[in-house]
């Protein structure tokens, strides 16, 4: 227990500084602010689907998924975000589940374009059936709820809202991983045919990571179009898809931490180079390389390989660096 | 034979124009140690896999406890009691030794999301981390379980992939090659524990090229050649047997 006392002194700092950051940022920061706890449940979501070593192209379009269940039953049927929330998160996970059939015929190349596809045909549903879901232009007119007096439209209280909310799902997505479910997807990903060989059913596994991570991101959707306002499917498209694989493969996708740092880290860096204007991309670019190649393990991987250095190597020696 | 736990029957396995099976019965006891031999490309792996579930015969039927086998998954034959071991070393190599027999113990130990995301299933899981260091124990692993798979020396590696099948509570197990690349102190050790497996009341069917290792350990041996039955009978029938000895030597003997 003693030994544990750093840990909860580091915690209660975390929470503190996150807390209270919104007081010392712009309006236009704490915009990008809560954007950016959504996209940590975006990562996170992710990083359970590839527990599996499924990477797939589809979790920007369940996001859309998510949006587009809370839009429509906002507009719709006049329901709160205390209900939209969870729909979104239980519309997504269904259509993941359908999904599963033909997506789990397929692995590694095959599901990814797999995915990809499948995610394209959602989007052209957008586009395309105007009614309901507005085409190219989307739809929009999306509260967010209004509590007490406490008016969520404000960023403020907006992002304390998504915190709860987000750190809830981190919570439950944590415990998913350290409990005998998360080995066991492990299992699935390093040897599938061993894990078949005690008995565990490879393809529900998989299912059941690529459903729980695509109710999250549902979730995660729902979160973004309830402080936006609007929605159109440009906002889910593979361009987005690719922030969410950048993300996770600079920070490190062997712990539960690494996606979080990326999604954290690359913000900061994008927006600290907002004054550089048109050199922007190539700059972003540049970094991304210069990470892959001298940090191929990601962000993550820092805090062991300062270690080693300092201790001349000898936490290589106890498996430090090769670990999770 | 009386009380078999696994017939073959007539089990035939084409890959494309290729018989890599071809009408194949033989049937093994309860509880004895059966030797599965012949040279290489005779079809033991493959008649291995058919069993576990990871290939499907063509023609024939395998049963196990009389109930008929072929055609399910391997997940399903091994949900009833019938767990393979792998040629060379299949671990998760980047577990510790602990948690690769303890994903060994799937079958008894599976929880469900919820009860994951609130903790419930305490006694279950403990119960999983006893079967795990009972395994260790007797598998002499206990003083290593908490190094990475990957780090340990061949005879303990071969040693853990035992354990993780052992901790599945199988009734029978396929070894494929467990004594393959060892050295003749390791051997010893190996027949050793593969006694005792089976001195624990399961059924081994042992797929091996060590000769040694096949003479001491199995009471009965089946030859398989070019995909299909060459011999059958005691170590010292099947060292005598003409046939056995041709399909060997390539017929120059």
Same mark, same amino acid.
């Given at each position: 227990?003693?030994?544990?006392?750093?840990?909860?002194? =580091?915690?209660?700092?975390?929470?503190?500084?996150?807390?209270?950051?919104?007081?010392?940022?712009?309006?236009?920061?704490?915009?990008?602010?809560?954007?950016?706890?959504?996209?940590?449940?975006?990562?996170?979501?992710?990083?359970?689907?590839?527990?599996?070593?499924?990477?797939?192209?589809?979790?920007?379009?369940?996001?859309?998924?998510?949006?587009?269940?809370?839009?429509?039953?906002?507009?719709?049927?006049?329901?709160?975000?205390?209900?939209?929330?969870?729909?979104?998160?239980?519309?997504?996970?269904?259509?993941? #589940?359908?999904?599963?059939?033909?997506?789990?015929?397929?692995?590694?190349?095959?599901?990814?374009?797999?995915?990809?596809?499948?995610?394209?045909?959602?989007?052209?549903?957008?586009?395309?059936?105007?009614?309901?879901?507005?085409?190219?232009?989307?739809?929009?007119?999306?509260?967010?709820?209004?509590?007490?007096?406490?008016?969520?439209?404000?960023?403020?209280?907006?992002?304390?809202?998504?915190?709860?909310?987000?750190?809830?799902?981190?919570?439950?997505?944590?415990?998913?991983?350290?409990?005998?479910?998360?080995?066991?997807?492990?299992?699935?990903?390093?040897?599938?045919?061993? #894990?078949?060989?005690?008995?565990?059913?490879?393809?529900?596994?998989? #299912?059941?990571?690529?459903?729980?991570?695509?109710?999250?991101?549902?979730?995660?959707?729902?979160?973004?179009?309830?402080?936006?306002?609007?929605?159109?499917?440009?906002?889910?498209?593979?361009?987005?898809?690719?922030?969410?694989?950048?993300?996770?493969?600079?920070?490190?996708?062997?712990?539960?931490?690494?996606?979080?740092?990326?999604?954290?880290?690359?913000?900061?860096?994008?927006?600290?180079?907002?004054?550089?204007?048109?050199?922007?991309?190539?700059?972003?670019?540049?970094?991304?390389?210069?990470?892959?190649?001298?940090?191929?393990?990601?962000?993550?991987?820092?805090?062991?390989?300062?270690?080693?250095?300092?201790? =001349?190597?000898?936490?290589?020696?106890?498996?430090?660096?090769?670990?999770? | 034979?009386?009380?078999?736990?696994?017939?073959?029957?007539?089990?035939?396995?084409?890959?494309?124009?290729?018989?890599?099976?071809?009408?194949?019965?033989?049937?093994?006891?309860?509880?004895?140690?059966?030797?599965?031999?012949?040279?290489?490309?005779?079809?033991?792996?493959?008649?291995?896999?058919?069993?576990?579930?990871?290939?499907?015969?063509?023609?024939?039927?395998?049963?196990?406890?009389?109930?008929?086998?072929?055609?399910?998954?391997?997940?399903?034959?091994?949900?009833?009691?019938?767990?393979?071991?792998?040629?060379?070393?299949?671990?998760?190599?980047?577990?510790?030794?602990?948690?690769?027999?303890?994903?060994?113990?799937?079958?008894?130990?599976?929880?469900?999301?919820?009860?994951?995301?609130?903790?419930?299933?305490?006694?279950?899981?403990?119960?999983?981390?006893?079967?795990?260091?009972?395994?260790?124990?007797?598998?002499?692993?206990?003083?290593?379980?908490?190094?990475?798979?990957?780090?340990?020396?061949?005879?303990?590696?071969?040693?853990?992939?035992?354990?993780?099948?052992?901790?599945?509570?199988?009734?029978?197990?396929?070894?494929?090659?467990?004594?393959?690349?060892?050295?003749?102190?390791?051997?010893?050790?190996?027949?050793?524990?593969?006694?005792?497996?089976?001195?624990?009341?399961?059924?081994?069917?042992?797929?091996?090229?060590?000769?040694?290792?096949?003479?001491?350990?199995?009471?009965?041996?089946?030859?398989?050649?070019?995909?299909?039955?060459?011999?059958?009978?005691?170590?010292?029938?099947?060292?005598?047997?003409?046939?056995?000895?041709?399909?060997?030597?390539?017929?120059?003997?």
């Amino acid at each position: 227990m003693k030994e544990n006392w750093p840990k909860i002194v =580091g915690f209660l700092l975390l929470l503190a500084a996150v807390l209270a950051v919104p007081h010392f940022l712009q309006f236009h920061h704490q915009d990008l602010l809560i954007f950016l706890v959504i996209n940590v449940l975006v990562v996170t979501s992710y990083r359970l689907v590839t527990l599996t070593g499924e990477w797939s192209l589809i979790h920007a379009v369940m996001m859309g998924v998510g949006g587009y269940t809370a839009t429509l039953l906002f507009r719709g049927f006049e329901l709160g975000m205390w209900f939209t929330l969870p729909l979104a998160g239980l519309v997504a996970a269904a259509i993941a #589940a359908l999904l599963c059939f033909p997506l789990f015929r397929m692995t590694q190349f095959y599901f990814l374009i797999g995915s990809f596809a499948a995610g394209e045909a959602i989007r052209l549903c957008w586009i395309e059936f105007i009614i309901p879901f507005g085409g190219t232009g989307g739809l929009s007119g999306v509260e967010p709820p209004f509590v007490f007096d406490i008016d969520f439209l404000e960023p403020i209280p907006y992002y304390y809202l998504t915190l709860a909310i987000v750190g809830l799902c981190l919570l439950i997505l944590y415990r998913i991983e350290n409990s005998r479910i998360g080995l066991t997807l492990h299992s699935v990903h390093w040897k599938a045919p061993l #894990a078949e060989s005690v008995g565990v059913d490879t393809w529900r596994y998989r #299912a059941l990571a690529f459903i729980v991570g695509s109710f999250f991101v549902g979730v995660a959707g729902g979160l973004k179009v309830h402080y936006l306002g609007t929605i159109n499917p440009n906002q889910f498209g593979i361009g987005f898809m690719v922030f969410i694989l950048i993300w996770v493969i600079v920070g490190g996708y062997n712990r539960f931490y690494g996606p979080i740092l990326g999604v954290v880290v690359l913000t900061l860096f994008d927006e600290s180079i907002r004054q550089f204007e048109e050199f922007r991309p190539a700059i972003y670019g540049a970094v991304l390389i210069l990470s892959i190649l001298f940090l191929p393990k990601g962000l993550e991987s820092i805090p062991a390989r300062l270690r080693s250095w300092a201790g =001349g190597g000898s936490d290589r020696e106890k498996g430090k660096l090769t670990d999770g | 034979m009386d009380n078999p736990i696994l017939e073959i029957d007539s089990v035939t396995k084409r890959f494309g124009g290729l018989t890599a099976l071809n009408e194949v019965n033989f049937s093994v006891k309860a509880g004895e140690i059966r030797g599965l031999i012949g040279p290489n490309g005779a079809g033991k792996s493959t008649m291995f896999k058919n069993i576990a579930g990871f290939y499907t015969p063509t023609s024939g039927d395998i049963r196990y406890q009389g109930r008929s086998i072929s055609g399910l998954k391997p997940h399903s034959i091994a949900e009833m009691g019938i767990v393979r071991t792998f040629q060379e070393t299949t671990l998760f190599q980047e577990l510790t030794v602990f948690e690769n027999v303890l994903v060994g113990c799937h079958k008894h130990a599976r929880i469900n999301l919820f009860a994951a995301i609130f903790g419930l299933d305490r006694a279950r899981q403990t119960a999983a981390a006893q079967k795990v260091e009972e395994v260790l124990e007797f598998m002499g692993l206990a003083d290593r379980r908490h190094q990475l798979a990957a780090e340990l020396p061949l005879g303990s590696q071969r040693a853990l992939a035992i354990a993780i099948a052992l901790a599945s509570e199988p009734k029978l197990m396929l070894m494929d090659e467990p004594f393959a690349g060892m050295n003749p102190e390791e051997t010893n050790h190996m027949m050793d524990l593969t006694r005792r497996v089976q001195e624990s009341g399961i059924t081994i069917v042992l797929v091996e090229h060590d000769m040694k290792a096949v003479m001491g350990l199995c009471g009965y041996l089946t030859v398989l050649n070019f995909g299909q039955l060459l011999a059958e009978g005691t170590p010292e029938e099947v060292r005598n047997d003409k046939r056995v000895i041709d399909a060997y030597l390539g017929g120059a003997a």
